[in-house]
Each structure stands twice: as C-alpha cells, then as structure tokens.
C-alpha cells in the first residue's frame, strides 16, 4: 500500500490516520479536512481567564475494549498528565436527574434504588426486572429501542427512562431508533442469555480483547467512569494532529474540500477546490451524505444508502452563572419528550469539571441541550432559529427545572447542523450492504466515522483501528 487519503479530519479521520502511520506498509497518508480546524465535534471555548466550555462531548467512558484502546492512544500521544478523571465514587457519576412533571427526580441507583418505589416510576424497578427474566425472545432481527424495552421492561420504563437515555446520547427518538445498532449490549444479552438481566449477569457474545496500557489499568485501579482533558476535550484532536505532523509520513491539508472522487487505474483521483490527489486507496471518515455528494456514478446503490442515514440537529448553548446555583449535585438532568420535545437536557458541567471554571471567584458552568430529532418541529428549520430564541429557551429551561432566575454572566450558542446520525432500524443490514457493494466491486473504500458502527468518541477511535486493519490484514 503505498498511499492512502483520508477523508475528514474529525475525530475518525484523524484515529484512522494515527493507526495508518503506525505501520510501515503505508508509504505516504493524506488527511483532508475541508475545515480551518481538526477535530470535527471535538471544540472547546479556552477563555483567556482559564475558563473552559465544551461545545461537543465533554467525558469519555473508560469502560470496556474501546474505551481501553483510547486510553492507549491518549497514553502515546503524551497526554496522560493531562487527564481530568471523575471517578465512580463522584457525586457527578452517582447523580443524574430526570425532569418529569415540572420536578427533578434522582434516577434510581443502588439496591435501596430498586426494590423501592422511587418517583417518576409507579412501581419499584425490582418487579420490572424480575419479570423480564420470564419474557420470550423475539424472532425480529432489529426493532425500535421503544418496543424493545416495552415488551421486556413495561412501558412506564421505555416511555421515560429510555426515552431519556436516546435524547441524551443520540439526541433522538427512541421509537425510530434500532436497539441492535443503538444498545448492541441489550440486543445481544436477549439473543444469547434470552434476557437482559441474565445477559447483565453471565455476559453475551463476545468481547473484543484490548490490552490495557498504564493509563488504562489506572482508570481501572481508580475506578473512572468518565474523564475529560485539562485544556478541553480539543486537546485531544490537537495532540493526535501534533503526532502525524511529528511522524513525517502524513501530510496534512486544512481547508481541503473534497468535491469528487473518481476512480482510476490504480485506485482514485481525489478532486479538491484547486487541485488533484491521487491514492492507492480511501478512507472515508466524512459524514454519510458528505460522502455520497462526492462519489461517481457508477457507485449510485452505495451513494443512495449512505444518503438514507438521516442526522440530527443540536443547539448547544453553554452558559456561565456567578456563584455556586445549582439546587442539585450531579451530572445533570434529562427531559423525557412527553415533558418537552425540544428541550432535551442539561449538564451541570461544573460539578464533574470544576478544574475548567474560571479560576478566580465561584461560577457555574451549565449546558443546554435542544432539538434533535425534534427540531425542526420545535425551532423550524435551523436556518431560521436565532441566536437570541435559543438563548432565550435555555434560560427559560434553567429557570423552570433549577429555579435559577439571574441572568447568565457569559453564554454561547451554537447549532449544530446534522451532528449526530440516527440508526433507524435496520441500519445493521444498510451497513452490511454498503459495505457489500464494496467488496463486491473492489472498491479501495472504506467506512468509518460516526455514521457506521457506534457514535460514542470511543467507538469512532476503534472504528477507524478496523479500518486501518481491514485495509492492511495486520493488528495495528
Ligand atoms: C453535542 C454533542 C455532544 C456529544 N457528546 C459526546 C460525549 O459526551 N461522549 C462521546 O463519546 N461522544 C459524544 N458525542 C459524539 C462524538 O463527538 C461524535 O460522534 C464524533 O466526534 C464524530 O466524529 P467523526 O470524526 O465521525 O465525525 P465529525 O466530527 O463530524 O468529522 C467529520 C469531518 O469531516 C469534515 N468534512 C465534511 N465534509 C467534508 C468534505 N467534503 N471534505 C473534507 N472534509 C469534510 C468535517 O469538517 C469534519 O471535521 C457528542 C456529539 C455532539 C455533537
Ligand atoms: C441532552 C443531550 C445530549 C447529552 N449528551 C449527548 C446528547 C445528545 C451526547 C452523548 N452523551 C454521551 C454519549 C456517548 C455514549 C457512550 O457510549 O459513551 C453521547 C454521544 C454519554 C452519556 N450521557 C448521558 C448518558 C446516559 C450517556 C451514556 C453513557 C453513560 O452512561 O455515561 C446522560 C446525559 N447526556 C446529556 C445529559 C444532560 C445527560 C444527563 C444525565 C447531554
């Protein structure tokens, strides 16, 4: 293999470009990044008094084979020093809300948490689990994550837990989305173990093996459940940037649109605004529909699908108040969409994070969260929606659910166009089909990014390690 693009310069594109000049097979690696910046979602606001506020992800799970194989890349990249850890001991990892009948209920936890009644719920969560174990596995090969948990769980539990859970990591609606692609955990547990609870207890299928490097046997010896970076999660994209600049053997390109792909003799011409690139073989970590704006026509099935992976909407509007407002301690609190379509969530990014206030005098950092798969019905289209209504909204929501009436000291808001993809049911056959298509027709084309396997930072690092894998037949 001699030289590969890499399309997109997010968080996928650049994990793939890190496993590629790992090896030594790949003689020359070509990041394009139409943006004036890496790291796609990745970005944070570092203020000059040293306050810090996240406009994308703000903690990453260490749990698990990928969240391992992150740690690793963190740990290579000299980052370690860097690590802001919040253990699961942290009042942060203990507490999250729910906003539901103009109240915040603390979701249950613990023992006392289960065999209690605890409010929103109408009965302890311990009869719902107990009976779970009895219910039948389906014959479906992929259903909504809504039906799924109704037919195991009891409606009570979809309607508003689960409901909760798929606004606040796929800002979406959890009627639409697939519980094998979304939960693969769950749909796996009911397929081997024929419940969740047996699945929890004796493990399903399985689990990819990663060795864990220092960092990662610290988090386990630590026990965190979630950490972020000192200078903000864009420290991460900048560090992973810093390391192919250093290696020499990738060369890359900020502000390089790709406008078209073609095919050639020996593998693609790469057409950007003011000039040609030619590659043996392409890894895609563009977004779906960037993706199939920029194939040939004879690749017409394969661009079709990849235009069928809808995305959503987010309006991020981060906020700054004076002194310590929150009447709850935790990681924040999430909206059911029976109590407010739009409004999704807020996170109390201070209490996790208080290492990134500004340094002198107490302040709270909060973020609001809007839109989603509602949000075209709720602020139109996001061509339309104004700085000031969205602002406005996530006050209103501040002052309703935490009963903060002071205006905020600093805010941001930013809208998010198609941030996070949705995987309807069936996506598991469209992704097996695209990827088909390719194999089928020796394409030198790969897949990664957030629109495949897995939206979480971990799962877009480790999808991109595939990639490179595939691509090579050797472990990275
Ligand atoms: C608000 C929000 C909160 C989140 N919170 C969390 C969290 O707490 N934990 C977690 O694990 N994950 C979280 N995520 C998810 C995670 O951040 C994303 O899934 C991940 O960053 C996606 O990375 P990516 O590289 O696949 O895509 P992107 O970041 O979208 O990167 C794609 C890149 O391609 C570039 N591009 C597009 N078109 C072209 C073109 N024609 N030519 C060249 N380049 C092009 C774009 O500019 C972009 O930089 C969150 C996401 C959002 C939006
Ligand atoms: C309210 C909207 C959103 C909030 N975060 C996200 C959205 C859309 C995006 C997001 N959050 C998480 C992930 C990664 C999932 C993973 O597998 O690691 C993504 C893409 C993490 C997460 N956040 C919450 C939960 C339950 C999870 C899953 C993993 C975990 O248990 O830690 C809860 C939560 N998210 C938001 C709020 C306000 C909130 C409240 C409790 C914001």
New binding site residues.
């Given amino acids: 293999m001699r030289t590969v693009a890499v399309l997109g310069g997010g968080i996928g594109g650049l994990a793939a470009s890190y496993y590629l000049c790992k090896s030594p097979q790949v003689t020359k690696v070509i990041l394009l990044e139409a943006s004036s910046r890496f790291g796609g979602w990745l970005w944070s606001t570092r203020r000059s008094d040293g306050a810090v506020f996240e406009h994308g992800?703000r903690?990453?799970?260490p749990a698990g084979a990928v969240g391992s194989n992150t740690l690793n890349m963190v740990d290579d990249l000299g980052l370690g020093e860097e690590i802001l850890p919040v253990s699961f001991s942290h009042i942060a990892s203990r507490n999250?809300?729910l906003y539901v009948n103009g109240q915040l209920h603390k979701m249950p936890s613990g023992i006392s948490g289960i065999v209690r009644t605890v409010p929103p719920f109408s009965r302890p969560l311990l009869l719902s689990i107990a009976a779970e174990i009895l219910v039948n596995k389906t014959k479906n090969d992929d259903e909504s994550v809504h039906s799924f948990v109704s037919r195991r769980l009891g409606k009570e539990l979809a309607d508003i837990a689960v409901d909760s859970?798929c606004?606040?990591?796929?800002?979406g609606d959890c009627r639409k989305l697939s519980v094998r692609s979304c939960f693969p955990v769950l749909y796996n547990a009911e397929q081997h173990r024929g419940s969740i609870v047996l699945g929890m207890l004796l493990g399903s299928g399985e689990a990819q093996v990663i060795t864990r490097g220092p960092l990662a046997k610290r988090s386990k010896k630590e026990s965190w459940?979630?950490w972020s970076l000192k200078r903000g999660m864009q420290s991460f994209p900048e560090a992973i940037a810093e390391y192919l600049q250093q290696s020499g053997r990738v060369q890359l390109h900020k502000e390089a649109v790709v406008k078209q792909i073609d095919p050639s003799a020996s593998g693609w011409q790469v057409h950007l605004e003011d000039g040609v690139i030619s590659a043996d073989h392409i890894i895609s970590a563009l977004p779906a529909k960037a993706l199939s704006s920029v194939l040939p026509r004879s690749c017409q099935p394969l661009t079709q699908q990849l235009q069928d992976i809808s995305s959503v909407t987010?309006a991020v509007v981060n906020l700054e108040y004076d002194g310590s407002i929150l009447p709850v301690m935790g990681?924040?609190?999430?909206v059911p969409s029976s109590e407010d379509r739009g409004l999704?969530?807020?996170?109390y990014d201070s209490v996790p994070f208080p290492q990134h206030n500004r340094p002198d005098g107490q302040t709270t950092r909060l973020?609001v969260?809007m839109g989603?798969a509602w949000f075209q019905e709720e602020f139109g289209v996001p061509e339309a929606a104004t700085a000031e209504h969205l602002l406005s909204r996530a006050t209103e929501a501040v002052r309703c659910h935490l009963g903060v009436t002071a205006a905020p000291r600093w805010s941001r808001v930013i809208l998010h166009r198609d941030c996070?993809p949705q995987y309807y049911e069936g996506h598991f056959q469209r992704v097996e089909s695209m990827r088909g298509f390719i194999k089928n027709n020796n394409l030198a084309l790969s897949l990664t990014g957030s629109c495949y396997d897995?939206?979480?930072?971990?799962?877009v690092i480790f999808s991109g390690r595939t990639a490179v894998e595939e691509l090579l037949g050797t472990v990275v």
Wanted: proline fraction near 3%; charged fraction near 10%; charge should be positive.
């Fill in positions: 992800p903690g990453i799970r999250r809300y859970l606004r606040g990591v796929f800002a459940a979630q987010v990681f924040g609190h999430l999704l969530g807020v996170v973020t969260m989603g996070i897995g939206v979480s930072v971990n799962d």
